[in-house]
């Protein structure tokens, strides 16, 4: 089930599920470098063993990243530090193209970096379909970092895409992905899209900006709660500090509704 109401902005909060957190520290003897140790950040990933951390210098570093194990990527700041959409997308594990996908029960937690489209394809062959997908039992810890421009080039309105982060898939694909101090913006879908009962979504302490074309703000099969971000100009389930939605099995706590 999706939902779209117009603009607001706040935590979106799904059913918690027991999962295994990933510590912020990370040792840094077992520290990954790119491109300096590492000619891309996805051959850092592949070479990563579990609690590694990748440490990505500043600059665009144009390719797609898939994440399937328990590891760290720090960049030098989310204006400096930029994983950008190639021109060609592949389609990653859950069968959707994307920029950063995190899946096989993996835990990641980027930070200091932006994610960044657009992309260039069209709606039958390659289009962008989200910025940050999170599936099969992954979990994503993204703070203090940037996911922009998650739409192609030119503009393509393709059903369900283009949409900033993406958690689970049904029937059974879970994800996870607390969202905190982050800066979310120019998506043509959806700020984040949640799938299957025990998948899990939290954006709190960011500021959201849709694209002036955005079809809506969450799609949820799960409950959800809104409070204690900024809001710019983006549809979710809250409109003025008013409630205008509420499907069935979500929670919504009202947030101010001054920007």
Request: proline letters at 8%.
């Given at each position: 089930m999706r939902t779209a109401a117009r603009t607001g902005l706040g935590a979106v909060i799904a059913t918690v599920w027991p999962l295994v957190l990933m510590s912020a520290e990370a040792n840094p003897s077992h520290d990954l470098v790119a491109p300096k140790n590492y000619p891309t950040i996805q051959a850092a990933a592949e070479a990563a063993?579990?609690?590694?951390?990748?440490?990505?210098?500043?600059?665009?570093?144009?390719?797609q990243v898939l994440i399937d194990k328990y590891v760290s990527i720090t960049g030098s700041g989310g204006r400096t530090t930029t994983i950008l959409a190639p021109r060609t997308l592949v389609a990653g594990?859950?069968?959707?193209?994307?920029?950063?996908?995190?899946?096989?029960?993996?835990?990641?937690?980027?930070?200091?970096?932006?994610?960044?489209?657009?992309?260039?394809?069209?709606?039958?062959?390659?289009?962008?379909?989200?910025?940050?997908?999170?599936l099969g039992g992954a979990r994503l810890d993204l703070g203090h970092a940037r996911v922009t421009r998650v739409t192609d080039t030119p503009a393509a309105p393709c059903p369900h895409s283009a949409v900033a982060a993406f958690v689970g898939d049904l029937p059974t694909r879970t994800g996870s992905v607390p969202i905190h101090d982050t800066e979310i913006s120019d998506y043509r879908g959806s700020v984040v899209t949640v799938l299957n009962e025990r998948s899990s979504a939290t954006i709190v302490d960011s500021t959201v900006t849709g694209h002036p074309l955005s079809t809506d703000g969450t799609?949820?099969?799960?409950?959800?709660?809104?409070?204690?971000?900024?809001?710019?100009?983006?549809?979710?389930?809250?409109?003025?500090?008013?409630?205008?939605?509420?499907?069935?099995?979500?929670?919504?706590?009202?947030?101010?509704?001054?920007?």
């Amino acid at each position: 089930m999706r939902t779209a109401a117009r603009t607001g902005l706040g935590a979106v909060i799904a059913t918690v599920w027991p999962l295994v957190l990933m510590s912020a520290e990370a040792n840094p003897s077992h520290d990954l470098v790119a491109p300096k140790n590492y000619p891309t950040i996805q051959a850092a990933a592949e070479a990563a063993e579990p609690g590694h951390r990748i440490r990505v210098r500043p600059g665009v570093h144009q390719e797609q990243v898939l994440i399937d194990k328990y590891v760290s990527i720090t960049g030098s700041g989310g204006r400096t530090t930029t994983i950008l959409a190639p021109r060609t997308l592949v389609a990653g594990e859950g069968g959707g193209t994307s920029i950063v996908e995190i899946h096989n029960a993996a835990s990641a937690a980027p930070g200091q970096l932006a994610v960044s489209g657009p992309g260039s394809g069209a709606c039958s062959d390659g289009a962008l379909g989200s910025g940050v997908p999170v599936l099969g039992g992954a979990r994503l810890d993204l703070g203090h970092a940037r996911v922009t421009r998650v739409t192609d080039t030119p503009a393509a309105p393709c059903p369900h895409s283009a949409v900033a982060a993406f958690v689970g898939d049904l029937p059974t694909r879970t994800g996870s992905v607390p969202i905190h101090d982050t800066e979310i913006s120019d998506y043509r879908g959806s700020v984040v899209t949640v799938l299957n009962e025990r998948s899990s979504a939290t954006i709190v302490d960011s500021t959201v900006t849709g694209h002036p074309l955005s079809t809506d703000g969450t799609g949820f099969v799960a409950g959800a709660v809104v409070q204690d971000n900024r809001r710019v100009g983006n549809h979710i389930g809250v409109y003025a500090g008013r409630r205008i939605r509420r499907p069935a099995g979500i929670h919504q706590r009202v947030p101010d509704p001054s920007p």
